[in-house]
């Protein structure tokens, strides 16, 4: 039995889409309907990876894969672009972006690499008609703790950044002091805004990605809950009948078994 190709997955792509016969929630799908399920199967890519799971990675990558057939049918559709157009543009830009393998350029070191990199990012966004801002071409639509690490990496290319990690400590310190003084609730809201984005800042000091810091602090979380529930069902009072002490108690008593 021959394997599918993406000849194959473009054709199913395209018959779901057929106003004569296709499926009738395909058919009425846009590109900004199905940007919220892009982003759901990145998602699922990163948590088969995270779980080290490589058949479900296989199959994400596959929900992901289509998703670009996706929008490249809607896109020939509407005369816009194709896959082949999409497939083109990719290549184009990472031959255009890697001169040291695909054209024999040469760099001094890693640095005058990154150097070259940035640059011919900016000569992009420039043709794009940004306006040379250092923090241009930053997506609006990721989430925001890597917002905010991608918008304070942009910052410190041009030296607007602490000097070292004890800086941000302070800061995180000053932005809790200002929290707990909040005179309302707008205040309160603006004043944990920047207490998070200063926590953001002292995890890229540190050399940790924010994301994936909070992402296993919910694992650890949920593991934990999990066990107290369990502990507290076989009290015999399960969490609904117990009290804030006794699954203080159990929780302490879970963490203590985990160390």
Not at 76 to 99: S, Y
Not at 114 to 135: M, N, P, T
């Amino acid at each position: 039995m021959s394997k599918h190709g993406i000849n194959d997955l473009l054709n199913i792509m395209a018959s779901l889409r057929d106003p004569d016969g296709g499926c009738p929630w395909d058919q009425k799908q846009t590109f900004a309907t199905i940007a919220p399920y892009t982003i759901e199967e990145a998602y699922e890519v990163a948590d088969a990876i995270a779980r080290g799971d490589m058949d479900e990675l296989k199959e994400e990558l596959g929900d992901l894969l289509f998703q670009v057939a996706f929008y490249t049918q809607m896109g020939k559709e509407q005369d816009i672009f194709n896959f082949d157009d999409v497939v083109n543009a990719i290549c184009e830009k990472m031959l255009r972006r890697h001169p040291h393998v695909f054209d024999n350029a040469e760099f001094a070191d890693d640095e005058a690499l990154h150097v070259a990199w940035e640059a011919e990012k900016k000569r992009e966004r420039k043709s794009k008609g940004s306006d040379d801002s250092v923090l241009d071409g930053v997506a609006h639509a990721l989430p925001a703790l890597a917002r905010a690490q991608k918008l304070q990496k942009r910052a410190a290319r041009i030296g607007f950044d602490w000097p070292d990690s004890e800086g941000v400590f302070a800061k995180c310190r000053e932005e809790i002091d200002e929290l707990q003084q909040a005179s309302n609730p707008e205040h309160a809201a603006e004043e944990l805004g920047d207490l998070l984005f200063s926590v953001v800042n002292l995890a890229r000091h540190l050399d940790i990605e924010p994301e994936e810091a909070m992402r296993q602090a919910n694992l650890k979380f949920e593991r934990r809950f999990r066990e107290v529930e369990k502990l507290a069902d076989e009290s015999g009072n399960g969490v609904e009948g117990s009290t804030l002490d006794e699954l203080d108690a159990l929780w302490n008593k879970v963490k203590q078994d985990e160390s």
